[in-house]
């Protein structure tokens, strides 16, 4: 079973995703933000370096998908492709920084990849406020992150509602992050744990 954890900048993607693998003994698979070759670059100059970091992006969570699929155990995914091509993607397109050569060539290789991958079981979408975000990226202090602007999280928020809300047709559990401490408290992780067994066990029972 492959599930996807959603999210912007700094939702808690990562710490969920962690906490999740934990507690039902599944396999954890993270984005290649320390790999990209790429991304330090994409901060300093965006629209110089936009396709490259896509396509790098791209590349990669095809191979994670791939490798999912081929696995019977179940994975837990930090951030899906869909999100990389309908989120991020789609919100360089629109700031101006993938030219429509360059975001068409894109397009067609991802739905040529789309032709031979399924999507994720479940998506779960962490759902923030931007200072909320901004609070997060601050504390954890990633070096590649102090330029980004509220701008650029706003669009990408406003992305996100829209991927999940009207765009993507699979199954979704949306979670409002802003006033919960699921790392700290854990009521919060314990309510976040009953409705993915809930919408787990429908699945089940959907499937017989």
């Given at each position: 079973?492959?599930?996807?954890v959603a999210g912007n900048i700094g939702s808690g993607k990562t710490t969920l995703t962690n906490l999740l693998a934990r507690h039902y ?158 790392l700290h408290n854990p009521k919060d992780l314990g309510d976040i744990i009953d409705k993915i067994d809930a919408r787990l066990y429908g ?6």
């Amino acid at each position: 079973m492959h599930i996807v954890v959603a999210g912007n900048i700094g939702s808690g993607k990562t710490t969920l995703t962690n906490l999740l693998a934990r507690h039902y003994g599944w396999i954890p698979r993270f984005e290649p933000v320390e790999n990209n070759p790429y991304l330090d670059d994409y901060y300093k100059d965006i629209n110089r370096w936009s396709f490259n970091v896509e396509v790098f992006f791209l590349k990669q969570r095809f191979r994670d998908m791939l490798e999912i699929s081929h696995t019977k155990k179940t994975v837990i995914q930090d951030r899906s492709i869909y999100e990389g091509v309908y989120v991020f993607t789609a919100n360089n397109k629109a700031m101006g920084n993938l030219s429509d050569r360059d975001f068409n060539t894109y397009m067609d290789l991802f739905d040529s990849m789309m032709m031979i991958v399924r999507p994720p079981q479940l998506m779960i979408y962490l759902r923030s406020s931007v200072p909320h975000l901004v609070n997060n990226i601050e504390r954890r202090g990633r070096k590649c992150e102090e330029s980004m602007s509220i701008e650029y999280l706003q669009n990408v928020n406003g992305r996100y509602d829209d991927f999940i809300f009207h765009q993507y047709t699979g199954d979704v559990l949306v979670i409002d992050v802003d006033h919960i401490d699921f790392l700290h408290n854990p009521k919060d992780l314990g309510d976040i744990i009953d409705k993915i067994d809930a919408r787990l066990y429908g699945f089940f029972q959907n499937s017989k």
